[in-house]
């Protein structure tokens, strides 16, 4: 059973606009949630987190959204860059400070 | 950020052989280190929890026998797939946590697996 859904495989973005990704969870025992940024063939990238006892944090171009209520949360990025292309995974924390993945989405940026 | 390396990136085995995978912290000191599994086009699964200087967690449906981590010292922890068969082929991601905070859990470029 998956704790934590991407629903979108897929998302393809003209430069310049906003990017929003999708990420439903359903234990409500999660406690903290990241966003990671993925390349081929490398590591996972922290790119932004949220608590669960905030509804939005901001760092620069990348805002991340929390609804707890419809245990969803989103990632937008806008501007989108051509750089930004890339494999986006949500992840939640449940205990032990483990990581629960979504199953990515990958975006990608039109130039 | 801290650097967590890999090695080797690359691997190519023979069904049955064992495969030994290092991953190591460059720069900071990791009490914990954490071992995923990625099959194409799917998620990052957790495989285990490994605590320096004690015994690894593994998560449900994960053999301890056949993933061996060993984290003996603060820098470095191993995962060896003994007696790998073509089913263990997957990408191998190894993280450290040098803090409390989730921002502070730093990846391993990976380990491409692929047994013949």
């Known amino acids: 059973d998956q704790q934590v859904k991407q629903n979108s495989p897929s998302l393809s973005v003209q430069e310049g606009r906003i990017s929003i990704l999708n990420c439903d969870y359903t234990?409500?025992?999660?406690?903290?949630f990241l966003w990671y940024k993925k390349y081929p063939a490398e590591g996972p990238t922290f790119l932004i987190s949220?608590?669960?006892?905030?509804d939005k944090n901001e760092d620069g171009r990348f805002t991340v959204f929390l609804n707890k209520s419809a245990k969803h949360l989103s990632l937008h990025i806008v501007p989108s860059q051509p750089g930004d292309s890339a494999v986006y995974f949500c992840?939640?924390?449940?205990?032990?400070?483990?990581?629960?993945f979504g199953s990515g989405t990958q975006l990608t940026v039109l130039p | 950020g801290a650097v967590v390396s890999q090695h080797p990136s690359r691997v190519i085995c023979k069904s049955g052989t064992s495969v030994k995978i290092e991953c190591r912290s460059l720069?900071?000191?990791?009490?914990?280190m954490f071992w995923y599994r990625q099959f194409p086009k799917q998620s990052l699964m957790l495989m285990a929890t490994?605590?320096?200087?004690?015994?690894?967690?593994?998560e449900q449906g994960v053999e301890k026998d056949k993933f061996l981590i060993n984290h003996a010292s603060l820098t470095l922890s191993t995962l060896t797939v003994t007696s790998a068969h073509p089913e263990d082929s997957s990408f191998y991601i190894c993280?450290?946590?040098?803090?409390?905070?989730?921002?502070?859990?730093?990846f391993g470029p990976g380990t491409r697996l692929t047994v013949l």
């Open positions: 949220i608590s669960s006892i905030k």
């Open positions: 720069d900071f000191q990791a009490t914990t």
């Open positions: 490994s605590n320096e200087g004690s015994k690894a967690t593994y």
């Open positions: 993280s450290a946590l040098s803090g409390p905070s989730f921002n502070e859990q730093f």
């Open positions: 234990n409500s025992m999660f406690d903290y």
């Open positions: 992840a939640a924390r449940s205990s032990a400070r483990q990581l629960t």
